[in-house]
């Protein structure tokens, strides 16, 4: 079957790093896509990951390490407006395309 | 451009009776897929289509939910005899045919079944 596991909620205060991570189980694997969804929001694509190593888009950095079976999203210099819940999504084999999406990280932002 | 379209925003419907959901992608994106999002709860994948390939219907949950594309353009969810279970935030996304990982999302209709 197919698995992916990510914590439920992380709390941080302005300015602070954050690391999400997430495992994941699957048949077959051709990447890891992150997503941010706000309150009563679309998710809205962050990254996606590949092949091994660090990807970096402004303050936000995702990692994957395959043999690991495991990648996690780093968000720097934290902002209240990065309260939201963040989904990771594993590309499997079982669907050129089709994304399998974690139950999501739900991040409060405090000043 | 324009995103990703759905309509309608809200729909509330009694039990049993039959829905039809709409997604507009963005233009150009071959790949469509909708989700069902329950309160609190991640994304659940229910069916994908590739311009004319035959769609990947593996998440449908049972035979009362059908959707239908034609070529790459507007796509319709239907479910039929609805149930409370049914209750959620129906999202449909699109993407380039080789950017699965990266996928654009519309705002989602919120189906409420009393």
């Known amino acids: 079957g197919q698995s992916l596991e990510q914590p439920s909620e992380v709390t941080a205060v302005e300015g602070a790093i954050v690391q999400i991570n997430c495992t994941y189980q699957?048949?077959?694997?051709?990447?890891l896509s992150w997503y941010q969804q706000h309150d009563g929001g679309a998710p809205t694509f962050l990254s996606y990951?590949?092949?091994?190593g660090l990807e970096e888009t402004g303050r936000f950095s995702s990692f994957l390490s395959r043999s690991d079976s495991y990648g996690y999203l780093l968000l720097q210099e934290l902002q209240m407006k990065d309260s939201a819940s963040y989904f990771c999504?594993?590309?499997?084999?079982?669907?050129?395309?089709?994304?399998?999406f974690g139950a999501g990280t739900r991040l409060a932002v405090h000043p | 451009g324009a995103g990703v379209s759905q309509s309608p925003s809200n729909k509330v419907t009694e039990k049993g009776k039959d829905v039809e959901l709409r997604c507009d992608p963005i233009?150009?994106?071959?790949?469509l897929y909708w989700y069902r999002q329950r309160l609190g709860q991640g994304l659940e994948f229910l069916i994908y289509?590739?311009?004319?390939?035959?769609?990947?219907k593996s998440g449908l949950p049972s035979d009362r939910f059908s959707a239908e594309r034609t070529g790459e353009s507007v796509s319709t969810l239907t479910i039929q005899r609805t149930q409370q279970e049914d209750s959620a935030v129906y999202l449909c996304?699109?993407?380039?045919?080789?950017?699965?990982?990266?996928?654009?999302f519309g705002p989602g209709t919120r189906l409420t079944v009393t």
């Open positions: 996304a699109s993407s380039p045919r080789d950017l699965g990982g990266e996928q654009y």
């Open positions: 699957t048949s077959g694997f051709y990447g």
């Open positions: 990951n590949a092949l091994d």
């Open positions: 999504a594993v590309r499997d084999s079982s669907g050129y395309n089709k994304l399998i």
């Open positions: 233009s150009g994106h071959t790949a």
């Open positions: 289509f590739q311009g004319n390939s035959a769609p990947d």
